[in-house]
């Protein structure tokens, strides 16, 4: 599409060594000019998906993507976190907690879904971000999350090996061997999980249709293992184990450390929940996403909820919560019976489909990114005939096979679940923004001075809730704190009119449900511990370095040759146009 006004900047940047000096020494304006530069629907849809070559083939339907959100979701978290967030924290109320967290992701969920119905679009939450706030909050937040795929899914092919081993009753250690010479934490060689992560490469990479089928044929494997452990809770479970603790020195009662436990297990257990976000990627796949994508991410956020809530309730009346196993609930419930191998092997099949559905995720986000010119193009390849982003599967595939064959599964884990939270809160923030404002023609500031603000309140009702000791003083500062939050969200309602309406499908009570988001998520960012902060912080570096040192100038010159637009305050009239003359592509 020719951008009027526009001529190119002259030869690439990286074309030698002398040009890109040259573009260096440009690098303020540049980062002046790109790095708020909006995008709009009409130009993800079209110019920017052309640069992939051939298109995705819309395949999928509302039953394959409740079958990818549920492949996505339960995998091998729960049967980590559920345990715990009950021993220590909730106690029997964890099923509290978890519907509680069921809350706050189908909140995160209708804000996706806005964005994926009206542009259905394979960047998720980086294209989201970057018709909104711009290139560099979109590359900051899109690398984050590609990276946290990319960790995650390394320890979730790792975790695979020790869950098979259970099923099938041989030790992990006797899956892995031992190189010496390497540091502790990446000594540990898994060849079984090189094997896994390749596979499911060679799958994806494949077809997305066959790839969606086979989640659909694991997944159902897997729900029936659920089923079973939910029913041999409550047929072989004991209701006391409710309200009684096997050591009567220990707290009794369904809430056993009050409200603040059941808050505080909610934010361990909402990391089981994280995944539903990669169906979003797929909306470009979509055949009806004005139907499918709706039922798909919230119908699956749903269908996980019920799950979850059933798992907590037949693990609570297994086990009073203090004989609990943090580590592996339902397995040590069964120690030394058939009971756990079946678990183990319903757990192996729960981290294949998340595996599979994280992978189709990561590899659509990197290809938006390559698209986008903040990453080599070479990424944004889509194959003619798979109708696939080979090249950005079989990067991220390598790349994930290549950690998940050294680095040890708790040296992992610590690095994952923040950078998706940031993506979270920074969508809402988002759809709010969208809503009220329209570049160009609308003073952002009275939303910009919103978001910050109740940002704000809601890190510090946060601080008050984690570091303050209980008593009344505490209570005082949390209802302070929440009634001007509270405050804050009225008077914005009635003072700032929308200037945007869906079209197909939007947030329900606007502001309210998105406000909620972003408290609940900056909550629960809270919780998190000192290394998920570090490595946010290090990661979010070397993102910023790979931007200013490479990304903002291979967008420059693709603005220069017409494949990028850039509008600070400008609206292109004839992307209006076209927009409202097909309802297809109608924001």
């Known amino acids: 599409m020719e951008i009027s006004g526009y001529v190119p900047h002259g030869p690439s940047s990286f074309s030698s060594f002398r040009a890109y000096l040259r573009a260096l020494a440009r690098t303020p304006a540049r980062l002046a000019r790109r790095a708020g530069s909006v995008s709009t629907s009409y130009d993800e849809m079209s110019g920017v998906r052309a640069r992939s070559g051939s298109d995705m083939q819309k395949t999928l339907r509302w039953f394959d993507l409740v079958g990818l959100g549920v492949g996505g979701m339960v995998g091998a978290g729960v049967f980590v976190t559920t345990g715990h967030a009950s021993r220590l924290y909730a106690g029997p109320a964890i099923v509290i907690s978890y519907a509680i967290a069921g809350l706050c992701a189908l909140l995160s969920a209708f804000c996706y879904t806005e964005f994926a119905v009206d542009m259905p679009v394979a960047g998720g939450a980086f294209s989201y971000l970057r018709v909104t706030f711009g290139e560099f909050a979109a590359f900051l937040t899109g690398a984050n999350l590609v990276m946290d795929y990319v960790m995650s899914n390394a320890a979730v092919s790792r975790g695979f090996t020790a869950y098979l081993g259970t099923a099938i009753g041989v030790p992990a250690a006797k899956w892995r061997f031992t190189l010496s010479a ?346 998190l511990d000192r290394p998920s902060y570090v490595r946010f912080g290090v990661f979010s570096a070397v993102a910023v370095l790979v931007y200013v040192f490479y990304s903002v100038h291979a967008s420059f010159d693709a603005e220069g040759s017409g494949s990028l637009s850039q509008k600070n305050g400008e609206i292109h009239k004839e992307s209006a146009q076209e927009e409202s003359n097909d309802p297809r592509l109608a924001v």
Request: net charge neutral.
């Open 182 to 527: 390497l540091p502790d934490g990446f000594n540990q060689i898994d060849v079984v999980a090189v094997v896994v992560v390749l596979t499911i490469t060679l799958i994806i990479c494949y077809s997305t249709r066959e790839s969606s089928v086979l989640n659909m044929v694991l997944t159902v494997v897997h729900i029936i293992f659920i089923m079973f452990m939910i029913i041999l809770g409550f047929c072989t479970g004991d209701w006391k184990n409710f309200t009684e603790p096997a050591d009567p020195a220990h707290p009794a009662g369904f809430f056993p450390n009050g409200v603040s436990g059941v808050f505080n297990g909610a934010s361990m257990v909402y990391l089981s929940y994280i995944g539903y976000d990669a169906v979003s990627t797929m909306a470009e796949e979509v055949k009806n996403p004005v139907k499918d994508i709706p039922i798909g991410v919230s119908g699956s956020v749903l269908l996980v909820t019920v799950l979850y809530c059933l798992m907590a309730a037949s693990m609570s009346m297994l086990l009073p919560y203090d004989l609990i196993d943090p580590e592996a609930p339902f397995s040590a419930a069964f120690r030394g019976k058939w009971e756990s191998n079946l678990i183990g092997a319903g757990a192996s099949f729960g981290i294949l489909t998340s595996l599979l559905v994280a992978m189709l995720g990561q590899a659509r986000y990197m290809c938006v990114l390559g698209r986008s010119s903040v990453v080599p193009a070479w990424f944004a390849r889509v194959h003619p005939k798979t109708s696939t982003p080979v090249n950005a599967s079989a990067f991220l595939g390598i790349l994930t096979a290549a950690i998940a064959l050294f680095t040890d599964l708790n040296v992992l884990l610590n690095l994952v679940s923040i950078g998706t939270l940031f993506v979270f809160y920074m969508v809402a923030n988002a759809v709010i923004f969208r809503r009220y404002v329209v570049v160009g023609t609308t003073n952002p500031r009275p939303t910009l001075s919103f978001l910050c603000s109740f940002s704000l309140t809601s890190i510090i009702f946060s601080l008050f809730w984690q570091f303050m000791p209980p008593g009344k003083l505490k209570a005082f500062m949390l209802c302070v704190t929440a009634a001007i939050a509270i405050s804050m969200l009225q008077i914005f309602h009635c003072m700032v009119p929308q200037v945007r309406k869906p079209e197909f499908w939007g947030v329900p009570l606007m502001p309210w449900l998105p406000s909620i988001s972003i408290f609940l998520n900056i909550f629960l960012l809270g919780s």
